[in-house]
């Protein structure tokens, strides 16, 4: 996989460049403008090295069809104003569109090409359509790690017809995957969230071989906590996953790694009820556990401090109500007091996680968050990301 930011000639270089700009909408207003942010650096690089940069992305799941709330309109606006350049948005259809329709004069220097999945050959990964794409620029470069697990033109097909690259952004999301897959500086810690272990098996089982420990919070410790034996009253619980439960203590055992669930837990009578700390056995039948308690605080802190690499994916608790987000707060915490004394490197990534860390402020705190949703917990189940195979 060859890195953009490596080559030297790029002036007056025409680039397509494939981002993630699927940011949410309301009113045409972007209400979470953390993948935008993501991407200014490659951005500002090639705008440094004097190229014409012609940004393909999407929004939302048009499914083919023209849907005007899902304009990149209000994202070319963001980015005039983060850049302090002109941006121009072709609305014009790109099957009709050629290269000499997209800049008209030297002092334009980025064009955004309108919604790619209003086409439906973006998803079927159409190979005229991606040729037709390629006519457009002189390189291919992608940078939308995020949507490298879809085998779709503008990520898959279109590498056939361009020299491509890696963009700054995908070079620091496989960077940093890479230290928790296989460059890997031990001790290492998984901390793993989630409503359904069904859901994040496959992860768990290809960690597990990796590290020492995986740390599972949140619902899915429910079933752990139930198939031990203890009563978890009318909390989140999935049917039917003792065998699932079964293979992986099973495996870890075989593998050296071991599983720590919550050994105490703060339960409330519904989402929105007072908190109490409980001891596993005093769980009555009409309680729910909605965090972890403080005796398992310590057990995640204490592993922690003993571990050099951390993955955190998914929180310990239902965070949403402040009451019951102080286990979550406190393992950002820890990692956060880690990462400052140069003693651990922490990748986060998940929805949840994510809101967390942004409600708290403590983005930028970590070594890496991730925003890539989907990829990221593919790469983690040790997949082949269409992607990323295309661009080595």
């Known amino acids: 996989m060859k890195s953009i930011s490596e080559e030297l000639n790029l002036n007056n270089q025409k680039i397509l460049l494939r981002l993630d700009l699927n940011v949410p909408l309301i009113d045409d207003k972007i209400t979470d403008t953390t993948r935008i942010d993501k991407i200014l650096p490659t951005l500002k690089f090639l705008i440094s090295q004097n190229t014409k940069i012609i940004i393909i992305s999407h929004v939302g799941r048009p499914k083919g069809q023209v849907v005007n709330e899902l304009s990149l309109r209000p994202i070319c606006d963001d980015l005039e104003m983060k850049l302090s350049q002109n941006i121009k948005l072709i609305s014009k259809g790109i099957k ?6 997209l800049f008209n004069n030297d002092h334009e220097k980025i ?3 309108e919604n790619i ?4 050959e973006e998803e079927k990964n159409n190979p005229k359509f991606a040729k037709h794409l390629a006519s457009l620029a002189d390189i291919y470069v992608n940078d939308a790690f995020s949507c490298s697990h879809r085998a779709h033109a503008s990520i898959d097909e279109i590498t056939n017809f361009l020299p491509c690259y890696s963009g700054l952004q995908l070079d620091l999301e496989v960077g940093a995957l ?34 020492d420990n995986i740390i599972i919070v949140g619902g899915m410790a429910n079933n752990i906590i139930k198939y031990m ?19 992986i203590i099973s495996l870890s055992e075989t593998e050296n790694c071991k599983i720590i669930y919550p050994q105490d837990a703060v339960v409330g009578k519904n989402l929105n009820g007072s908190p109490q700390t409980k001891e596993l056995s005093e769980i009555s039948s009409d309680e729910m ?8 605080i310590g057990i ?17 608790g239902y965070f949403e109500n402040p009451s019951f987000a102080n286990g979550s707060i406190e393992i950002a915490k820890k990692i956060i007091e880690n990462k400052k004394s140069n003693k651990i490197y922490s990748v986060i990534g998940g929805g949840d996680t994510v809101s967390l860390l942004n409600s708290l402020n403590v983005v930028n ?28």
Request: proline share 6%; hydrophobic share 35%; with cysteine.
């Open 365 to 392: 705190d970590f070594n890496f968050v991730s925003t890539a949703g989907g990829a990221f917990l593919e790469y983690l189940e040790g997949k082949e990301l269409p992607g990323i195979k295309a661009l080595n």
């Open 96 to 101: 009709e569109i050629t290269s000499k329709d």
């Open 229 to 247: 034996g203890n009563q978890i009253g009318k909390s989140l619980k999935e049917e039917n996953c003792d065998p699932i439960i079964k293979e």
């Open 289 to 296: 556990i909605l965090d972890i308690g403080p005796k398992t």
């Open 300 to 316: 995640i802190k204490n592993i922690i401090d003993k571990s050099n690499t951390i993955l955190w994916n998914g929180p310990a």
């Open 111 to 113: 064009v955004v090409l």
């Open 117 to 120: 999945r209003f086409y439906p």
């Open 178 to 211: 890479k230290k928790i897959t296989s460059e890997i500086k031990k001790p290492i810690t998984c901390i793993i969230g989630g409503s359904k272990v069904s859901t994040k098996i496959n992860i768990i089982k290809n960690l597990i071989p990796k590290f």
